[in-house]
């Protein structure tokens, strides 16, 4: 078992009981105990779970809701239009290719898309798609899987596997949290799957991520820093997240 499946596993437990014990989880699961503290340790930090004497309980801070796409493409959208006109720089020359992945900051991207270009984009959001229909210059394909309902993506083994026989020259993401320890990270697992194919399957990797991502971290991680080539970001970064980046060999953009 894989940890993000432990971690998703141990967050189940929390959910429904509210608390457990590590000695008990070690042993149904057959793995040390220092293993389940490592990733309660992961849980504690994206706010899921909070340590206690032998064990943890389910956080007083934690919520399964994510928001939705429409609610986050809301949020900061002066922000989010100026990093995805920086992330322009960024797009391969005529007759690349690119991997887009969902999001409010990718569905920002595409709404500055210059109306000349000539790319072959494949998405596996529902949203972006419909975004890039009508657009003479694109040839769309769209990579099928079960659509999640919160963010109108889809996800599962069959969305990993497209995704996987697939070599891009670009890919561009979003990410729920950016941290030296965890990489970059996202809330649901079966999405965490997805970006790590999108990194995979490209030549380069952008990720497009406004400064309140840095810090703070989700469950599940999709890549290490040093996977990524460039973080385009705004001006509120701080001189540190800046730093570990530069240490870990990411270019970062400020916008």
């Known amino acids: 078992m894989y940890a993000a499946e432990r971690q998703l596993l141990l967050t189940e437990l929390l959910e429904r009981h509210g608390r457990l014990a590590v000695n008990e989880v070690a042993d149904e699961l057959k793995v040390s105990t220092e293993t389940i503290r490592r990733d309660l340790t992961v849980l504690e930090r994206a706010g899921t779970a909070r340590r206690v004497h032998g064990g943890a309980v389910l956080s007083s801070a934690y919520s399964r809701i994510e928001p939705s796409l429409s609610q986050r493409t809301s949020e900061r959208p002066d922000l989010k239009a100026r990093i995805a006109t920086a992330a322009l720089a960024f797009l391969p020359p005529a007759g690349g290719s690119v991997l887009l992945d969902g999001g409010s900051t990718i569905a920002h991207l595409v709404s500055v898309l210059p109306s000349d270009l000539r790319l072959t984009v494949l ?13 003479e210059g694109i040839a769309l394909h769209t990579v099928g899987g079960r659509v999640r309902d919160v963010t109108g993506v889809a996800v599962g083994q069959r ?21 030296s320890d965890h990489g970059f990270s996202t809330a649901d697992s079966e999405e965490a799957a997805v970006k790590r194919a999108l990194v995979r399957s490209s030549r380069t990797q952008v990720v497009l991520a406004d400064s309140t991502k840095f810090g703070p971290h989700q469950v599940f991680s999709f890549a290490d820093l040093e996977d990524v080539t460039v973080v385009v970001t705004d001006d509120g970064i701080r001189p540190q997240d800046r730093a570990m980046l530069h240490e870990a060999g990411v270019d970062v953009v400020v916008a």
Request: charged share 10%; aromatic share 6%.
């Open 123 to 135: 998405t596996h959001s529902v949203a972006i798609a419909h975004q890039l229909l009508g657009h």
């Open 159 to 179: 969305t990993v596997e497209t995704f996987g026989t697939t070599r891009a020259d670009v890919a561009f993401l979003g990410t729920n949290g950016i941290a």
